[in-house]
């Protein structure tokens, strides 16, 4: 009874991560600078730990605003590809890293591993692309 109930509660605990990473992959662009900006602020001894986590937060909110205002105003297409792609690109990463991390919870080899972390990725970044190519210019 108990292993059946593990069994069933663990599909559903990650179809619910899958579901939460497709919701999400959208804003995983400004969620990478912002980690980035603030780890790089620390490491370096610019700025000190609380002045660090601000700018990075800032850094990725200017990131989210220039993205999402550029594919709300712009009407050239080439530009919203560009926008787009390079927005949904830190969230087909995400989706290679989850792949890959649940290809190891089993014991699969590497190249199986590998192969479903790529389409997995293909799968996060398609969907946070489409979202992303869905906003409609003004």
Known sequence: MLLGLGIVLGFASIGFLCWLLFLCAVYAAPLFVATMVCTLLYDHDVLSGAHAILTGIAAGVMVLASGQAI???SRDPALRTLVSFLLALPAALAGFGMTLG????GAMSTIPAYLFATFGALCVGGAAWTRLCAIQPA
């Not at 649940?102 to 919870?105: A, E, I, K, V």
């Open 71 to 73: 594919l709300a105003f």
């Open 102 to 105: 649940f290809c190891g919870m």
